[in-house]
Structures are given as C-alpha cells and as structure tokens.
C-alpha cells in the first residue's frame, strides 16, 4: 500500500517539474531583451520540462499496466536530439539575419568570419591588391 | 494527490502556450516568430501526454511523436529557407 503512495508522489513531483520547467522555459522566452538570450529559455528549460512528463507518464503506465511501454522514451531521445539541431539552426539564423543584439551578447565565436557575427564585410587578404 | 498535480502542470503547461502565442504575435523577427512556434510544438506535445494521463489511454503517443516529427522538420525547412534562399539545393 505505501508502495502506491510513494510512487503516486514520485509522479506527482516529475509532473509539477516538468510543468514548472516548460513554463520558466517560455517566461524566459518572452521576457529576455534580444534573439540570443531568447534562445536559451526554449531550448534548455522546455526540453528538460517535457522529459519529465514523459518520465511521469512512462511510471504511471508502468505502475497501472504492470510492464514498461517504450514509445515515450522514444519521444524523449527524439527530442533530446532534435533541440540542440534546432537551437544551433536559429543561431545560424540569427547571425545571418545580423538580428539586433544588446552589448552583453556581444561576444564573437573564434570559429566565425567577422561578416558572419554582423560586422561589415572585410575584403579577404589575397584578394584586391595590384 | 496525482489528479492535483495534473491540475497544476496543464495550468503551467497552458500559461507557457500563452506565453509562447504573446511571442509570436509581437515577435519583432522572423527567428523569434520561428522559435516560438518551435516552443509551440514541444508545448502541444506536453499538452497531449497530459491529456493521455487525463483520460487513461496510451492512444495519444503516436499522434505527439507524430507533432514531434513534424516540428522538427518545418524548422529545420524555414531555417534552411530563411539561411541559404532554398531547401533543396
């Protein structure tokens, strides 16, 4: 009996989680000031919120049907992979565009060209003289 | 105890999709637009799996493996659109 009771607790807890991450996850996107910072509410919080309902829902129907079911830790690794294939796009997305961006995520990756970060094209060294 | 705690996570997982829709609406650029409709997706997938838990029935994976598959692509085409002028080069 306090089996059931521990187990009903375990899921209630991944539940209110992973609400509670989705939510922080989509507060973050609204409210952050420039594409970049936007990026990092959806793509972290809103992955792990919904691994946890997807954890919830795998113990409840292993609980009430007896044996484990595998299609939601397939939707789980599904989007475990996709997401950070998705962040990665839209930040290519965003230097492309040369989107708006506030002094603190003015930082340049090393492995970009100049142009490639919003600046103006600089003429390549070979190219130009004589 | 667990009916409770499904109140509580559809009431977040519907302020979230609030949240997402204020984004899209007011978006000041296209990958803002983009990203929240992403959200979207991953939030209706959440949606779906707490209505299966609702309503008791296993019937509903498909259909949010299903929206998984499909959010995926249509960003990965409207990026691939929005970064090169094309999808399939």
């Known amino acids: 009996?306090?089996?059931y009771v521990i187990l009903e607790g375990v899921i209630a807890f991944f539940?209110?989680?992973?609400?509670a991450f989705a939510f922080i996850g989509s507060l973050g996107m609204t409210h952050l000031r420039d594409f970049y910072m936007r990026l990092?509410?959806?793509?972290?919080?809103t992955t792990i919120g919904i691994g946890c309902i997807l954890i919830a829902s795998m113990l409840y129907f292993w609980v009430t049907e007896g044996k484990p079911?595998?299609?939601?830790?397939?939707?789980?690794l599904f989007l475990f992979?996709?997401?950070?294939v998705t962040a990665h796009l839209l930040a290519k997305t965003g230097l492309h565009l040369r989107l708006e961006h506030v002094e603190k995520t003015r930082g340049?990756?090393?492995e970009l060209r100049r142009e490639e970060v919003g600046e103006k094209p600089v003429p390549h060294p070979d190219k130009g003289h004589g | 105890m667990l009916d409770t705690a499904l109140w509580i996570s559809l009431a977040l997982?519907?302020?979230a999709l609030a949240l997402n829709v204020y984004r899209l609406t007011i978006g000041p650029s296209?990958?803002?637009?983009?990203l929240a409709l992403d959200t979207m997706y991953v939030n209706s997938i959440a949606l779906i799996v707490l209505l299966g838990l609702w309503l008791n029935t296993k019937h509903y994976f498909e259909a949010a493996l299903l929206i998984a598959m499909l959010g995926f692509i249509s960003t990965v085409a409207v990026c691939k659109y929005l970064l090169r002028g094309d999808i399939i080069e």
Do not use: F
């Not at chain 1, 990092?40 to 919080?45: A, D, R, V």
């Open chain 1, 81 to 84: 992979i996709t997401a950070p």
């Open chain 1, 1 to 3: 009996m306090t089996h």
């Open chain 2, 13 to 15: 997982i519907v302020m």
């Open chain 2, 30 to 34: 296209l990958p803002d637009r983009l």
């Open chain 1, 108 to 110: 340049h990756p090393v």
């Open chain 1, 69 to 76: 079911d595998i299609q939601e830790l397939l939707i789980t």
């Open chain 1, 15 to 19: 539940l209110i989680a992973g609400g």
């Open chain 1, 40 to 45: 990092h509410g959806p793509t972290k919080s």
